[in-house]
Nanobody
Framework: QVQLVESGGGLVQAGGSLRLSCAAS????????MGWYRQAPGKQRELVAQ???????YYADSVKGRFTISRDDATNTVYLQMNSLKPEDTAVYYC?????????????????WGQGTQVTVSS
């Protein structure tokens, strides 16, 4: 079993910054990708940023140039530095990890989610 523990959400004024953290723990063989999704009220969950073990990163167009994703592979932690925040960034942010674990028959990849952390940007 793998657990994702998030921290760093909160309330900030427009133009401010927040840093989210997500630490993965448990029976991890390898982490294929870690990233952040967000879901605003009445909207679908969307991918905000992702970092893969191959070294590639993805950012949604709406956050490019403002958000930066980074990883500490030694501690299985992913960070999301959010700068120049806008009211439209208000959402619950979820950490996501695609993790390979060892099973009885070999290895298998599973997807895990954090509990979510609220980010509120006031205008």
């Amino acid at each position: 079993q793998v657990q994702l523990v998030e921290s760093g959400g909160g309330l900030v004024q427009a133009g401010g910054s927040l840093r989210l953290s997500c630490a993965a723990s448990g029976s991890i063989f390898s982490i294929n990708a870690m990233g952040w999704y967000r879901q605003a009220p009445g909207k679908q969950r969307e991918l905000v940023a992702q970092s893969t073990s191959a070294g590639s990163t993805y950012y949604a167009d709406s956050v490019k140039g403002r958000f930066t994703i980074s990883r500490d592979d030694a501690t299985n932690t992913v960070y999301l530095q959010m700068n120049s925040l806008k009211p439209e960034d208000t959402a619950v942010y979820y950490c996501n990890a695609k993790v390979t674990i060892v099973t009885g028959g070999g290895t298998r990849m599973y997807e895990y989610w954090g509990q979510g952390t609220q980010v509120t940007v006031s205008s």
